[in-house]
């Protein structure tokens, strides 16, 4: 397993946070576009899933949706889309992409990150991930 690369993220209140000063057992990592038609299919699966649902409500999971770009317009319009338990925040210096953060090869792709941010997982469906929590948990 490899650790997962640190970021700072922007909040809409303009605070800004990092990947690793999430404390959680879990961190799902959910890279997105607002204009993404899969993006909003895979949030509509991951909104009603039960064990990811589980995982957050017992704070075992965080899911941290990130918008690597920093069109600051189209991440507000759609900000309201993103479930109030997730933490949504955007690449306000497209560091992410710039610099080689993580290679997002399409939208929306995912990682799972243990307590330590090693990945667990990355690149997998919605059906490995439910799969992956339940076996974890």
């Not at 909040?11 to 899969?38: I, K, R």
């Not at 075992?60 to 997730?86: C, G």
């Not at 925040?89 to 243990?114: A, C, Q, S």
């Amino acid at each position: 397993m490899e650790r997962a690369n640190d970021f700072t993220f922007t909040l809409a209140s303009g605070e800004q946070n990092t990947l690793y000063a999430l404390q959680s057992d879990m961190v799902l990592l959910y890279f997105y576009d607002p204009t993404c038609e899969d993006c909003h299919l895979l949030m509509s699966q991951l909104e009603a899933s039960t064990i990811v649902n589980r995982l957050l409500d017992d704070q075992n999971l965080a899911v941290l949706a990130i918008y690597p770009e920093d069109d600051t317009e189209t991440w507000n319009k759609y900000a309201n889309h993103i479930p109030p338990q997730w933490i949504n925040g955007y690449d306000k210096d497209v560091k992410i992409h710039t610099e080689g953060i993580y290679i997002i090869n399409r939208f929306p792709t995912l990682y799972l990150l243990d307590k330590d941010k090693m990945i667990r997982m990355k690149e997998m469906t919605f059906t490995e991930l439910e799969n992956a929590l339940r076996v974890e948990n």
